[in-house]
């Protein structure tokens, strides 16, 4: 009785179970048969963060969560969804963070200005240190 149940703990502790179901989302790596909805759909998914990889694009990533990713971009774009829709569905679902492009609004107000303001500080700084005539 104890040979099975060690057998059966060593089947679970198998990497193969970390592995997950094998099993890949429909389109994350098949292409739409329409070029012009595939064009639509690789355009948005270059501008996706991928949320494990955190450097990369979801078209670049070889993450199983960038390969649902990638799937859901291209079955709703096949469902005719436009790829502004799709993004704020996918911002919506993961937050302002999956976007490369943050948009211009609270938080990301910030980080749109933020280099205007540094040079600026910078440039009176400057002023400040420069500026003085010496006697």
Same mark, same amino acid.
């Given at each position: 009785?104890?040979?099975?149940?060690?057998?059966?703990?060593?089947?679970?502790?198998?990497?193969?179970?970390?592995?997950?179901?094998?099993?890949?989302?429909?389109?994350?790596?098949?292409?739409?048969?329409?070029?012009?909805?595939?064009?639509?759909?690789?355009?948005?998914?270059?501008?996706?963060?991928?949320?494990?990889?955190?450097?990369?694009?979801? !078209?670049?990533?070889?993450?199983?969560?960038?390969?649902?990713?990638?799937?859901?971009?291209?079955?709703?774009?096949?469902?005719?969804?436009?790829?502004?829709?799709?993004?704020?569905?996918?911002?919506?679902?993961?937050?302002?963070?999956?976007?490369?492009?943050? !948009?211009?609004?609270?938080?990301?107000?910030?980080?749109?200005?933020?280099?205007?303001?540094?040079?600026?500080?910078?440039?009176?700084?400057?002023?400040?240190?420069?500026?003085?005539?010496?006697?």
């Amino acid at each position: 009785m104890k040979r099975a149940a060690v057998i059966i703990a060593l089947l679970f502790a198998s990497p193969v179970w970390a592995q997950g179901s094998g099993v890949e989302p429909p389109f994350s790596h098949q292409q739409l048969d329409d070029p012009a909805l595939e064009a639509q759909a690789t355009e948005l998914m270059e501008t996706l963060r991928c949320i494990q990889c955190q450097g990369q694009s979801i !078209a670049d990533s070889d993450a199983p969560i960038a390969g649902a990713m990638r799937s859901e971009v291209r079955q709703r774009i096949k469902e005719g969804q436009k790829p502004e829709d799709v993004r704020a569905w996918l911002i919506g679902r993961y937050g302002e963070y999956v976007s490369f492009e943050p !948009a211009a609004s609270g938080a990301g107000l910030i980080l749109w200005f933020l280099p205007l303001l540094l040079l600026l500080a910078g440039l009176f700084m400057a002023r400040g240190l420069f500026g003085k005539e010496k006697p």
